[in-house]
Structures are given as C-alpha cells and as structure tokens.
C-alpha cells in the first residue's frame, strides 16, 4: 500500500491528500527539533512495532488515539499573538533572523484541527487497518468513542475514514459514540475539581531559563521589552506554526538547540506535574478508562466508580465486551492521566523544576505527541506448551515493559497477572476520588 494517494476530510479545509508512510507528511525540520516541541510534536514512531511471539496471535486490540496537529486554543492563541505584537513594536531588527517579524501577520485559526492535523488520523486510520487486518470482517467492525470536542471528533472521523480507504471500502467503521464532556467522560480529565495545576512547577523552570533568552532576543531587537512568558508563547508559535502551514516557520530559527532542549522540558514539566505522578489528583482521572479497559480484556461489565458514564457502560449498543476492535478518541492531558493509572512510564524521582533533568525517562514527545497511540493487545498463546490469555501495551509503537505485571523481555504478561496489577483502579484510585470533590 505504500505511496498510495487517497482523500481525507479535514473540517472546514475541503479535501486533502494524505500518504501511507508510517509518519505524518514531512515538515522539513530534522526530527530532534521536532521533538523539542514536547506534546506539540508530530506523531512518531517511538520504536518499530515488534509483532506478536512465535505461539501468540492478537485476538483483541483497545485503541487510545489523541487528536491530530491543531491550532492553539483561544487563550494561548491571545498570549501568542500579544507576544508576537510586542517583539512587532521593536526599533529594529539587529540579527537576520529576526527580519521576517516586522512583516509577519499572525492569522492562525482557534482550537480546530489543521489539515496536517486530520492527514495524521487519516494515515493511522490506514496503518491499523493494515497491521489488524484479521481483526475484522463485515459483522465485526472497530467500535469507535470520541470525546465530545470538535477535534477530537474530527479525528475520530478522519480514522474510520482511513480505515476503510485501506479496505477498499470493505470496511467502514462508524462513529459510534460521543461522549458529552458536561457529564462522566473517561476520555477527557475535566471531572476532577479539587486537582492541582503545574503552575508552580513550569513557573520555576521559566524564572530558571527564559530570562536569558528574553535578554538575548531584547538586545537584537531593542525596544520589543520581551519577558519570560512572552519566550515560552514565541517559542510556541514554532510548532503551531510549522503544522498549519506544512512548512518550517522562521519562529523555530530564533532558538538555539539548547533553548528548544529547556522548552521540551517546560512541556515535559508541564504534564508530569499536571496529570501525571508530580499530581496527587493526576492518575485518577485516568481511572475509568482503565476500568473500561479491563472490562473489555475480560469481557465482563464496568466496575468502576469514578469517572465512567454509568449509563452508555451499562449498555451493550453504547459498551459492547464481543468486539475485537476498539478505538477510543481523546486529548493528551487525559492520556497522561490514563498512562499513570496504568503505572506505566514511573519515573525514580519527581522531575527537578530548577535544573533540567538529563536523566528523565518522562518525554512527552514520545508519549503524548498530536495523535498518540496507546494499544493495548490482547492475545492467545501457546507457550512452554501451555495455551493462555495475554496482554501487551504499545505507546507510539513501542513495546512497554509491564515489569509491574511479571513481563519478561517480550512485554507479555498473562491476562490475569495484568487485571491483578491493576490495583489503584479496581480500587476506585484508593480513595483520590473522593478527595477530587473533598
């Protein structure tokens, strides 16, 4: 299939063309530098997929796909462009790659998906098709959930559409469910309302690296009176930028490999203290999807009582446990959350908010980038001459350990052992939901 040309719909935008080529369509960066941009990255393979063992064949696949490339939001949008005006008002330009700012005019869009954006869902679409093939036929086809957000619906839709231009059309998967984010959503981490912010946090590491950049870019613009947060939007701009347009923007050309190296950690610091382990409230929001998720596996109904939407879980049309295929729609904040609940990506230490840690394991490029991918494998294996239920998890193509489930170096763990491990949320995230409202 590789080369293929086909047709995706990108809201608002009309008609695209996307290729099948395992990454999204090139943005003309190298990809260290695109990895620099933390959750603003580009989906990318985190590591080749390693099939299944020799014994083992998946039987069922639980999808977890965050949107694709996006403008801002609306109130970073306003930061952004208050930011892009103050460097505007400078006398002059000193340095040559700050003469593109007097005539740059921003005009990005609000909160929506970008071509580039809906291209991502599409080709995933395409490449899980191609990769779960044997999973579905006309009487068993992927049953699919979006949270109820404009992009994320978008996405949703730009998949099944991916997958069934991979299938010739054989295949065309519905969307099935949205799910209202005013009520229980275990797609989205709005349900929490005593959780912190990693305000503190990131507000550390900014006073720790953006001074000095302000004072470098200030001296060859004089005039623009840049501060530390006017930093974090302009380097911003370099990612949201790149992705609208589908070509490298002159922001990204302002920075030093050094600066973008603090900037990814600013984002790194941003979810690790937001929804992650660095949040006494961040896990448990990632609790009923994982409740969810285990339901599925064992196919019996939801246990859960957190954040799960009792009344489409208790209804085989809107919560079926017979599928193979199951693909669910969300954003990075609620991923964050899901891969906590799960103990996955633990890190030795909490991140240092004053000096950037070297050592971290926790890289939101490679966990939460725009249209990440959370896949959890169930499969029947006949090991050591014994037939059993098993599971693995991929994140961005990469196979995750599950040291905390008996895994070996395969990444296998036995049904059971896995359902076992998951502790915090079968207990309800042991007491953290009663405190979201205590």
């Not at 580009?42 to 639980?62: I, R």
């Not at 990612?239 to 490298?248: G, K």
């Not at 790194?268 to 660095?278: A, I, P, Q």
Request: a negative charge; hydrophobic letters at 35%; aromatic letters at 12%.
């Amino acid at each position: 299939m590789a080369g293929t040309v086909a047709q995706f719909v990108a809201l608002g935008y009309g008609l695209a063309a996307a290729t099948i080529n395992n990454t999204a369509p090139p943005l003309g960066f190298p990809q260290a530098l695109q990895q620099s941009w933390a959750q603003y990255s580009p989906w990318f393979p985190a590591a080749t997929y390693e099939p299944p063992p020799a014994g083992c064949n998946v039987v069922q696949v639980s999808l977890l796909q965050r949107h694709g490339a996006r403008f801002p939001e609306k109130a970073a949008g306003k930061a952004i462009k208050k930011s892009v005006k103050k460097l505007k008002r400078a006398k002059k330009f000193k340095d040559a790659s700050l003469k593109f700012v007097k005539d740059y005019k921003y005009a990005l869009g609000v909160d929506d998906l970008v071509p580039f954006g809906a291209a991502q869902s599409f080709d995933a679409g395409q490449h899980h098709f191609a990769r779960y093939a044997d999973l579905v036929n006309q009487d068993m086809l992927p049953f699919v959930r979006a949270s109820e957000s404009d992009r994320v619906i978008d996405s949703a839709r730009n998949w099944t559409a991916g997958f069934a231009h991979a299938s010739d059309q054989r295949y065309v998967p519905d969307l099935s469910v949205i799910i209202p984010q005013s009520t229980n959503d275990t797609l989205d981490d709005k349900m929490c309302p005593q959780v912190g912010s990693s305000a503190k946090e990131t507000g550390n590491w900014v006073d720790s690296f953006a001074p000095t950049i302000a004072s470098r870019i200030n001296s060859e613009a004089p005039g623009a009176k840049l501060k530390k947060k006017d930093i974090v939007n302009l380097m911003s701009l370099c990612p949201f930028d790149t992705v609208a347009h589908e070509a490298p923007s002159p922001w990204c050309n302002l920075f030093t490999s050094d600066e973008w190296a603090s900037y990814e950690y600013y984002g790194d610091l941003t979810d690790y203290y937001g929804n992650g382990y660095g949040q006494r409230l961040g896990r448990v929001q990632g609790v009923g999807y994982v409740n969810e998720l285990l339901a599925r596996l064992s196919g019996q109904p939801v246990q859960d009582e957190t954040q799960t939407n009792h009344t489409l879980d208790s209804s085989p049309l809107t919560f079926p446990l017979d599928k193979t295929f199951y693909a669910d729609f969300s954003h990075d904040n609620q991923m964050i959350s899901i891969y906590s609940a799960l103990g996955l990506f633990v890190q030795a230490h909490d991140l240092d908010t004053k000096h950037l840690d070297t050592e971290r394991t926790w890289f939101d490029s490679s966990m939460v980038p725009f249209s990440a991918r959370l896949i959890t494998e169930k499969l029947e294996c006949k090991l050591n001459g014994r037939r059993g239920e098993y599971v693995r998890i991929l994140v961005n193509d990469a196979l995750q350990p599950l040291e905390f489930c008996g895994a070996a170096g395969n990444g296998l763990c036995t049904l059971d052992n896995f359902v076992n491990s998951q502790h915090y949320a079968r207990n309800n995230g042991e007491g953290d939901w009663a405190r979201c409202f205590a």
